[in-house]
């Protein structure tokens, strides 16, 4: 009987075997239990180069026995996932078969309530890695065992065609070209669920291209020079892509090791790498290749601004796998982050750095990163009393939060105020008196924000991403930049 005939007269109701990764869940299990193991402890990394010795199956089972995805929070593909509770609605055998360790693969199997049994590699029963050939010829003996001649089979890589050569009919998700087409050649009436593709547009929201507007901060030291020379100013160019790319990879860096927690998140969640629109190994590569590339334009740029980046790029690392938990810790970090920007664009253009603006700094960045936390904690549930997630504050911390952030915000007011009359004022402005005009500006600007953020009205989850589209913000920095031309040339 020809596969096409196979197909044809196989009723709808025989046994439909689901693949778990790539298939149910646009992710993989594997690279999820990975990404915990590593934020649990990077070192984590060395325990399991040892375990690959002990081959698929053995490597899976410890691994699984340290850390498993929590089910509740894996994405999975939704219209597939409905064709499957109206297969089940109909009376049709639904088995969960994966080449996963056999206890995530029952775990998810328990989360969605819809299969009936499970496969999975289990390295302590007959030690085989459940995929290709080994799957197909557990899920044909297990259909075996319960009187079925024949059965379907759901699955999405090359790895499932030899499962599809022995199955009576075939269903694809999520599937490359290459693997629907081989596909067709043995059940040319496949079910396909097509993939969907993924988009620059995708790739660009992983990267958050638009969080490279905080390293315009590298620009701020020739700004506080006056200098106009185009050389220094294309050299901070360079240093601002190479800034750029650094920063993005640490972006995913951060997102793999935090995707438990996006997914519980109201906004982060829609994130390429939480929602599953990426997977881990492409983000994997994405990240080393821009890293890789911000390394080689910061050293075209000088050794001091290379020693700068990495100094950013393990702090940012330190923060994602442990700071981050810390109360208090973690929004020290992030003024500092922001602040070494600015550092980093002195060394780059080789310009000093005024203390002033130094101290400015740290204490409008700091009052920032508090109001990035108090957004946060304001979007909790009043009767909730639990940590949010993956940090250390709880919703009784957020008046503390608030007061700290607001006295930074002023903080950083006061300082300017006292710059004005200082010695660095009078060598670069001609009329610093001018500057007092750029004081109360700045302080309604933190007044509004911190207004903004008690009545939740932040858009998106960074201050710096609302004022990008707040117009007052754009107005503010206008005004200041205004004032600070007329104290410039004494107008």
């Known amino acids: 009987m020809t596969p096409s005939a196979a197909t044809a007269l196989t009723p709808d109701t025989c046994p439909l075997y689901v693949d778990l990764d790539g298939t149910l869940t646009p992710g993989d299990t594997l690279y999820e239990s990975v990404m915990l193991f590593i934020r649990r ?22 691994l699984a026995g340290a850390v498993r995805p929590d089910p509740a929070r894996l994405p999975y593909h939704e219209r597939f996932l409905q064709f499957l509770r109206e297969e089940r609605a109909r009376g049709r055998t639904l088995v969960l ?50 009187g079925h001649s024949t059965w379907a089979y759901a699955g999405n890589s090359r790895d499932d065609i030899a499962v599809w050569q022995g199955s ?14 081989a596909l067709q050649q043995v059940h040319p009436q496949a079910r396909v669920f097509a993939r969907e ?11 958050r291209l638009k969080q490279w507007s905080k390293n315009g901060l590298l620009f701020v030291p020739l700004l506080a020079a006056h200098s106009l020379d185009p050389r220094l100013w294309a050299t901070v160019a360079v240093a601002f892509v190479a800034f750029g790319l650094c920063a993005s990879a640490t972006y995913l860096f951060n997102d793999l090791l935090d995707l438990p927690n996006d997914r519980a998140h109201r906004i982060k969640r829609h ?43 393990v702090t940012t690392l330190a923060y994602s796998i442990y700071l981050k ?13 922001y602040t070494l920007r600015i550092g980093a664009g002195a060394v780059a253009a080789g310009v000093d750095l005024s203390n002033w603006l130094l101290a400015i700094s740290i204490f409008l960045f700091l009052s920032l990163a508090l109001v990035k936390r108090c957004a946060e904690l304001e979007e909790l549930d009043d009767h909730r009393s639990v940590l949010a997630p993956g940090r250390g504050y709880q919703p009784r911390d957020l008046a503390s939060l608030r007061a700290m952030g607001m006295a ?57 991403q609302f004022a990008l589209r707040d117009p007052f913000s754009w107005m503010t920095l206008l005004a200041m930049g205004g004032i600070g031309l007329l104290a410039t040339i004494g107008f």
């Open 41 to 62: 402890n990077p070192f984590n990394l060395l325990r399991m180069m040892g375990w690959l010795l002990l081959g698929k199956a053995g490597f899976k089972q410890r």
């Open 97 to 146: 078969a994966s080449a996963a360790d056999a206890r995530i693969v029952r775990e998810v199997a328990a989360h969605l309530q819809l299969f009936d049994d499970t496969l999975g590699t289990n390295a302590q029963g007959d030690g085989l890695n459940l995929s290709r050939a080994n799957k197909r010829d557990a899920i044909a003996a297990h259909a075996r065992a319960h």
């Open 168 to 181: 009576a009919q075939a269903v694809a998700v999520n599937a490359p070209p290459g693997v629907i087409a």
């Open 197 to 207: 593709p993924l988009r620059l547009k995708t790739v660009l929201r992983a990267i």
């Open 271 to 313: 994130r390429p790498l939480a929602s599953g629109a990426i997977g881990i190994p492409v983000a994997v590569a994405l990240g080393v290749v821009m890293l890789t590339l911000a390394f080689v334009l910061a050293f075209a740029v000088s050794g001091g601004f290379a020693a700068m980046l990495l100094a950013y790029t």
């Open 325 to 337: 938990r810390l109360a208090l810790i973690d929004v020290l970090v992030l003024s500092g982050l």
């Open 408 to 464: 930074s915000g002023f903080l950083a007011v006061m300082v300017l105020a006292l710059y004005i009359d200082s010695q660095n004022s009078q060598a670069l402005y001609a009329r610093p008196d001018w500057l007092w005009g750029a004081a109360p500006v700045l302080l309604l600007w933190v007044m509004r924000i911190w207004l903004k953020t008690g009545r939740r009205e932040l858009s998106g989850e960074d201050p710096l």
